[in-house]
């Protein structure tokens, strides 16, 4: 979870959060909550799909857990250079309002722009679907980047989460449940009314970052 850099060390294992960090066990602000036991590998689901949708959840859930979240997403709108890690974020929130099309493309925009934590997130959900070879493409798409140079990022000095603490633990507990992960509707609210571009013909309706998003997250 540091700047600059994907914010996941490997191409399918999410990072175990930082002390203190968003809803952890020093937030004076966040409930109560057992990393240990959000953090541990559940049961092998039924079917490899399935298992593969419950690593995605977990994957995104901890993407906007990040601490440079917020201030990365704010880059993607404000900033004049591409920025995998905010088109990595934008992914996982509408990855979590059940916008899959959407998620796909920032995903693939942040892949594009070097980010391996979005190629991997790309080969789970295509694996999530049962599309097993384009799941494989992305994977070994995940582990060249892992392997080659860090594109450079700039230095990001904010460090606010990008959604309320009991918001990240509902979303992380429901994750280890194996329930449906999703965004409260006052939230989910805020990303169904970002501005639309025109529609794409493989993506449909394609979700734009407003420059008031980070702020209508945090009210």
Do not use: K
């Amino acid at each position: 979870m540091t700047t600059g850099r994907d914010s996941l060390p490997s191409p399918t294992r999410p990072p175990r959060p930082c002390p203190g960090g968003p809803t952890g066990p020093d937030d004076p602000e966040g409930p109560a909550v057992s990393w240990d036991r959000l953090l541990t590998a559940p049961r092998p689901f039924p079917s490899e799909h399935l298992q593969a949708a419950h690593e995605l959840d977990l994957a995104t859930s901890l993407v906007l857990a990040m601490p440079t979240a917020a201030a990365s997403l704010d880059l993607l709108v404000n900033d004049a250079h591409i920025h995998p890690e905010g088109a990595l974020v934008l992914g996982a929130l509408l990855y979590v309002a059940h916008h899959r099309e959407g998620a796909q493309f920032w995903w693939q925009f942040a892949a594009g722009g070097g980010s391996y934590t979005a190629a991997s997130c790309l080969s789970l959900l295509h694996r999530s679907l049962g599309e097993f070879l384009d799941a494989e493409v992305w994977r070994r798409q995940a582990e060249n980047l892992a392997a080659g140079p860090r594109p450079s990022q700039p230095v990001l000095g904010g460090r606010d989460t990008l959604l309320p603490a009991g918001v990240l633990a509902e979303i992380l507990a429901l994750c280890h449940e194996g329930l449906d992960v999703r965004l409260p509707p006052r939230l989910a609210a805020v990303i169904h009314q970002l501005p639309v571009d025109c529609d794409d013909l493989e993506y449909g309706e394609l979700p734009q970052v407003s420059s008031t998003l980070v702020r209508d997250l945090a009210r």
